[in-house]
């Protein structure tokens, strides 16, 4: 079945730490997207990428990272510079423009213990 | 698009009964719109979208959405909800030249009374 998977679904952290969050699609989309929700803020974009090796920071990339080293596959780190990391994270895909339905992963909830 | 709003954090209704959950957006260019839903503890997934023809739109589940360009509306309406329809609905919409960017909503949460 094609789709998207991220992992893991849970994931604590204590503080000070890096961690990285999953992001594998086998739907041959060339567009992929980070998004962090909070309650009550709707989404919000933290990067994403176009083309394998090319990433852009969305709106709020500040104490996170990408890499885009093969097209199935989108990680984000979220690092100890993230000031407030405790959040839902969603993973997308897209075929890229405007007009494309994005799929989305299931999710990974991060806690910052 | 400058902003999506959600008019309404919550709507409850009784089981069986109509809802419309409201969308308005601002964009001085033309758009194309998207009403996700999101069950708890999940990610996304589409409901909907207008790209262009008809204003009424109609997607899964029994719900549709019309495209109203003057009052840059995109409402989303079930004529009788069950149940299972307990879930936050999420309206996005992107501009024409945009190639990847969704701008959304805060998010409707629909409460089905039994």
């Known amino acids: 079945d094609g789709g998207i998977t991220q992992s893991p679904k849970y994931l604590f952290r204590k503080e000070g730490q890096n961690v990285t969050l999953s992001c594998e699609q086998n739907l041959n989309h060339d567009a992929m997207y980070w998004y962090r929700q909070d309650p009550g803020q709707g989404l919000r974009l933290i990067y994403y990428s176009q083309i394998v090796n090319d990433f852009q920071k969305g709106d709020i990339a500040e104490g996170y990272s990408v890499s885009r080293e093969k097209k199935e596959s989108f990680p984000l780190t979220v690092t100890s510079a993230q000031k407030n990391p405790t959040a839902f994270y969603l993973c997308?895909?897209?075929?890229?423009?405007?007009?494309?339905?994005?799929?989305f992963g299931p999710g990974t909830r991060l806690t910052v213990l | 698009a400058q902003s999506v709003t959600q008019l309404d954090s919550q709507v409850p209704v009784f089981e069986e009964a109509p809802v419309e959950l409201r969308c308005n957006y601002s964009s001085s260019v033309s758009v194309y719109l998207f009403w996700y839903v999101q069950y708890p503890n999940q990610g996304l997934q589409l409901l909907l979208k207008y790209l262009s023809g008809s204003t009424l739109v109609k997607g899964i589940n029994g719900f549709e959405a019309e495209f109203n360009k003057s009052q840059t509306s995109f409402h989303l309406r079930k004529p009788s909800v069950h149940i299972s329809d307990t879930a936050e609905y999420f309206c996005a919409v992107s501009e024409w030249y945009s190639n990847y960017q969704l701008i959304w909503g805060a998010g409707t949460k629909l409460i089905i009374k039994p």
């Open positions: 997308a895909s897209s075929s890229g423009t405007g007009r494309d339905t994005q799929y």
